[in-house]
């Protein structure tokens, strides 16, 4: 019998730093709104709300906490030295896309914080973490020491989880985390499969590839996550993104496509070799059939997808069927707003759909579903975590307080280097560490 279990999204709480400073190629929206002010308590507030909003439904809502920055570790590990204020002059004036990499508040999306496999699918029969490597951008690669911190101080328990070390940090084993893998399966103490999708073959350079943009996952760093989580061969589906998309900013899958339980919503522009992608779930899933709901160009063209970030959506089991919840562009871009006015009349797995504003992430290219990372928990696992990272009101009382209190409401590239930020970024998480119990997980309370 399998054990009663829930899916918990565990959302990035979005840092101090909050800027757009154009860091990632291939990811529009990031490249569109470079150099803009952006408001990183108006993000943070914009995160809370949402994550209160599915709270309220009955969801388990868990917290990851932003990360330190501008990180002055990496910044002495490239040669700067005196003190961090002098290290933030020095690099302001020699070098400011350098301080804007070790500045972004990029933690917050959290869908690339980590794979997971539910203890349903393991060989030892614990959840397994492997914190992705994000060597694909410079201001991504410094995230995973700190997250592996951070997952290890909430799923402490290591009868029940275990944490694997980052691959690689190499170009051959890119890997972006749960962005990529979605898992499907009846319930969710069930056994699933779990879907890796890549963008190329590292070790293979004939095999198809994108050509303008960057493929950040390879097939190689699935593999091995899928070897190092002790996942069962005939569980595990391998599928390559559609090489075509990515180069029109399709950066990560989850950017055109989301799957939940045993529904699939993807774009037909999703997948290199679609009918044997949804060949091999249908053959790897038991106890449930798989639901796939396939969108078509004609009714919604990929460059709307992109824009209105619909495939970015949350997708989450519900009382009578499933929710989407979609980022408020979603009803900015005609098509889009068209189909998922049909979605729910078409009877099909969505039976309703929501509209989140997240729009200060949305603007760096992160919707809802890049906020959030999913961690299908049994009872026993549940129980076994640190609870004060799960959102309760008195939590969403005390955090929004915290924002308020130490967030700027603007932020623009030439403040990154300001000493004073450093020490209200500081000051602000000692702070919250201590509000949500994760002990001392950051370098300046090493
Ligand atoms: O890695 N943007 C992030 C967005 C990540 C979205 N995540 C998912 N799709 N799961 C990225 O490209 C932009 C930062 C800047 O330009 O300031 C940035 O890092």
């Known amino acids: 019998m399998a054990k009663h279990a829930v899916e918990a999204n565990f959302d990035g709480l979005v840092g101090p730093t909050h800027n757009y400073a154009g860091l990632s190629w291939g990811n529009v929206a990031s490249k569109s709104n470079v150099s803009s002010v952006s408001n990183p308590k108006e993000a943070a507030l914009q995160g809370l709300a949402k994550m209160k909003r599915l709270a309220d439904r009955g969801y388990v809502q868990g917290i990851l906490p932003p990360h330190e920055r501008p990180h002055i570790p990496t910044l002495r590990a490239l040669g700067f030295d005196g003190s961090d204020a002098r290290v933030l002059e020095q690099v302001a004036r020699s070098s400011p896309a350098l301080l804007a990499a070790v500045s972004s508040a990029s933690p917050m999306w959290t869908a690339n914080a980590a794979t997971v496999s539910p203890s349903a699918d393991t060989s030892d029969h614990r959840v397994h973490f492997t914190p992705a490597n994000l060597s694909a951008k410079f201001h ?141 779930i249908r053959e790897r899933l038991v106890g449930a059939e798989l639901e796939a709901v396939r969108v078509c160009s004609a009714d919604v063209p990929l460059e709307d997808a992109i824009a209105s970030y619909l495939f970015n959506s949350q997708l989450l089991k519900s009382p009578d069927g499933m929710l989407l919840a979609v980022p408020g562009e979603c009803r900015e871009v005609a098509s889009v707003s068209r189909y998922l006015d049909n979605l729910v009349a078409s009877g099909g797995p969505v039976t309703s759909v929501e509209v989140f504003d997240v729009k200060q992430s949305m603007r760096n290219g992160g919707g809802p579903a890049c906020l959030r990372l999913r961690v299908a928990l049994d009872d026993d696992e549940l129980n076994a975590i640190n609870r004060g990272v799960l959102l309760t009101d008195d939590l969403y009382e005390r955090l929004t307080a915290w924002v308020a209190a130490h967030y700027r409401d603007e932020l623009s590239q030439d403040e990154l280097g300001d000493p004073m930020l450093l020490e209200e970024v500081r000051k602000a998480l000692d702070e919250l560490t201590g509000i949500m119990g994760l002990g001392s997980i950051y370098d300046f309370q090493l």
């Not at 890119?174 to 319930?187: F, P």
Request: proline fraction near 5%; aromatic fraction near 10%.
């Open 140 to 280: 991504r690669s410094i995230e995973h020491t700190v997250t592996g911190r951070s997952l290890k101080a909430i799923f402490a328990d290591d009868s029940y989880f275990a944490h694997h070390p980052a691959l690689p940090s190499v170009s051959h084993f890119g890997d972006e985390g749960a962005a990529n893998h979605t898992r499907l399966c009846g319930e969710y103490g069930e056994p699933g499969v779990e879907l890796f999708v890549y963008g190329q073959t590292a070790f293979n350079e004939q095999a198809p590839a994108p050509k303008k943009y960057p493929a950040r996952q390879t097939l190689e760093a699935s593999q091995a996550i899928a070897r190092l989580h002790g996942l069962k061969d005939q569980r595990v589906v391998f599928a390559q993104q559609n090489p075509e998309a990515i180069d029109a900013g399709v950066f990560h899958n989850d950017v055109i496509a989301v799957g939940n339980g045993n529904a699939l919503f993807y774009h037909e522009m999703a997948f290199l070799e679609e009918e044997q992608v949804l060949a091999d």
